[in-house]
């Protein structure tokens, strides 16, 4: 199983990007992908999250009025539209695949909070840059 995102770059203040996570490999039905961030020197972030089976999505109280997350299933496809950006949004974002496995469920709003551990498959990152 691959993630491969795409997408970043460098953007002036109040610009827009829109990020891609492509999922390959994967024969499985149920999943969630959420998108983290981290800049130099800090903590990873939980940036928003999307269940494309159901469209249960999640966000950062950071970027829910700018960002929108959406998903293209026969694509396999999560992309991040990333709106307003501001200087504070500089840093790696990544996505990352936690699977939900046969009748489990999963509480969207709690997975921005789950520790890297407990993801199956994350991707190398795509760097995105915010100017002042």
């Known amino acids: 199983v691959q993630l491969v995102e795409s997408g970043g770059g460098l953007v002036r203040s109040g610009g827009s990007l829109r990020l891609s996570c492509e999922v390959s490999?994967?024969?499985?039905?149920?999943?969630?992908i959420a998108w983290f961030r981290q800049a130099s020197g800090t903590e990873r972030e939980g940036v928003s999250c999307?269940?494309?089976?159901?469209?249960?999505?999640a966000f950062a109280d950071a970027v829910k009025d700018r960002f929108i997350i959406s998903a293209d299933n026969p694509k396999k496809t999560v992309y991040l539209q990333m709106n307003s950006l501001k200087p504070e949004d500089t840093g790696v974002y990544y996505c990352a695949l936690l699977m939900i496995l046969g009748d489990g469920d999963v509480n969207i709003a709690t997975v921005l909070s789950r520790h890297d551990a407990e993801f199956d498959y994350r991707g190398q990152g795509t760097q995105v840059t915010v100017s002042s």
């Open positions: 999307i269940r494309p089976s159901t469209g249960d999505t």
């Open positions: 490999g994967l024969n499985f039905r149920d999943y969630v």
